[in-house]
């Protein structure tokens, strides 16, 4: 590998936010690993990178062994990893509080939380391990991260936690050279957002369309945090369509 590749990870590959982040991150020069369940989904991403290596590694990032064995490969195929993008997950809205399905919550936590620690803690010690050492971690957070939706406790305490997380990282990798930030992003339009458009419960009990904001604003986002420097960091950065009800929502 020449020195000075770029290697990323990008979980959640296949289909929406991964897809449009990968396909600018290798016209920006990266080379890629792309991972999700699906590996159809996932080599039809891989065929959106027109630049660079684009390596497809299938894997339930809730698995500890399959999350280990992904970034075995990562460090078999490349040597070393510059960038995680911490972006797989899932939603879910119940009818109401007391009434949501431990196998919901359960479903929820396991692949926002877990999943996304599993892959943040495999990649923290690639980047301490190699030389030089070093490396920056994005997570995928959410409006959510700061006010919830009605109905939304498993998913709004996942992406919480997400912060927290994003904390404890950006604190531990100090001494490593690891810069951790979050990326919460409002109404993107992907397959997501199809809800939001329809028309989505408000606070009020109403019922209106939000407007989105075009995923190609967001993958230029993450490009832009990507590249930085690891002498700099945007630890928290809320990117949303300028109009949806987030000032306010309550």
């Not at 970034?71 to 040597?79: L, N, P």
């Not at 599993?118 to 700061?146: V, W």
């Not at 939001?196 to 019922?207: C, V």
Request: glycine share 8%; charged share 20%; aromatic share 6%.
């Amino acid at each position: 590998m020449e020195s000075n590749q770029k290697i990323a990870v990008v979980t959640g590959a296949g289909s929406g936010i991964g897809r449009a982040v990968a396909t600018a991150m290798s016209l920006d020069g990266w080379q890629l690993v792309l991972t999700g369940r699906r590996e159809k989904e996932l080599k039809d991403t891989a065929e959106s990178c027109k630049k660079g290596v684009t390596l497809v590694v299938p894997a339930d990032i809730t698995a500890p062994d399959a999350v280990i064995a992904l970034f075995s490969e990562v460090k078999r195929h490349f040597g070393r990893l510059d960038l995680l993008f911490n972006n797989a997950g899932i939603s879910a809205f119940s009818d109401s509080f007391e009434s949501i399905p431990f196998a919901e919550w359960e479903r929820v936590l396991k692949t926002n939380v877990t999943g996304a620690f599993l892959c943040a803690q495999q990649a923290f010690r690639m980047m301490k391990e190699q030389d030089p050492t070093g490396g920056r971690i994005i997570n995928n957070g959410s409006i959510s991260a700061h006010v919830p939706r009605p109905h939304s406790a498993p998913y709004t305490t996942s992406k919480h936690a997400i912060t927290g997380m994003t904390r404890s990282i950006s604190l531990d990798g100090r001494s490593y050279n690891i810069a951790c930030g979050q990326i919460d992003i409002g109404n993107a339009d992907s397959s997501m957002a199809d809800k939001m458009q329809e028309g989505i419960l408000q606070a009020d009990g109403s019922t209106r369309s939000e407007p989105v904001i075009s995923m190609a604003e967001v993958a230029k986002t993450i490009v832009h945090m990507a590249a930085m420097p690891l002498e700099a960091n945007i630890p928290f950065l809320t990117l949303m369509a300028n109009r949806m009800p987030y000032m306010g929502r309550g």
